[in-house]
């Protein structure tokens, strides 16, 4: 018969056994679960780099089409407006820091004064842009930007040049829309006078004031 002491003894060694035991399948568990959540990290990483491989080359391919539009400028003496695809009689933009081209109309092209109904004569242009936006610039976002002089409204009944602005973006806009720019391409804003080209103090500055932007982003 065991005396009470060597029971004493024994019951600790089970019960240091068990607890050994018991640890050590809880580390196995925790070290499955580290070992998972490491694979799923990793993949993660994985991800995040192909995409941020995919960005920098398409940023890339952008900028060096804007470099490219520039050379041409340079060597073959040709217009921004010729290097772009629109053709003569266009007043076309590079940036090549923005990665933009932007196509610029006059509003007394496109709207009597104090209106926001585009004009008829005026779909041979716009159709003209439209056809250069598809054949070349396929897919790229568009921003159309309206601006006005600095001159208050008083008798066409919109509330201000904020609205007036606006409201002919739009129309310019849905123009592009309804012969098949997407519309999660395409945003239409209005400036107002904040963005001044020429000073509204004189006639002619005004003039170059009231106007809209097709914006071509290529980055």
């Known amino acids: 018969m065991f005396s009470n002491r060597t029971k004493s003894i024994i019951l600790l060694i089970v019960l240091t056994l068990t607890a050994l035991l018991t640890g050590c399948t809880n580390y196995k568990k925790k070290y499955k679960t580290l070992k998972v959540e490491h694979e799923n990290t990793l993949g993660l990483l994985e991800h995040a780099r192909a995409d941020r491989e995919q960005l920098a080359g398409e940023v890339s391919e952008r900028t060096r089409t804007i470099e490219q539009l520039q050379q041409q400028i340079a060597e073959r003496k040709q217009t921004p407006a010729q290097a772009a695809g629109f053709g003569e009689g266009y007043d076309v933009s590079l940036d090549a820091d923005a990665g933009t081209i932007t ?25 003209h842009i439209y056809s250069v936006i598809r054949d ?4 790229r976002k568009v921003d159309v930007v309206g601006h006005t002089d600095s001159d208050p409204i008083k008798k066409s009944g919109w509330k201000d040049n904020w609205e007036l602005s606006a409201q002919r973006a739009l ?19 209005g400036c107002g006078a904040s963005q001044p080209r020429a000073s509204n103090a004189t006639a002619s500055g005004k003039a170059k004031n009231r106007r809209v932007e097709i914006v071509v ?3």
């Open 171 to 189: 129309a310019v806009a849905r123009y592009l829309l309804e012969r098949g720019i997407p519309d999660e391409k395409t945003r239409a804003v």
């Open 136 to 139: 070349k610039y396929r897919g």
């Open 217 to 219: 982003h290529l980055k």
């Open 103 to 127: 196509v610029t109309l006059k509003t007394a092209i496109l709207f009597d004064p104090g209106k926001a109904t585009l004009k008829k004569l005026t779909s041979t242009e716009l159709d």
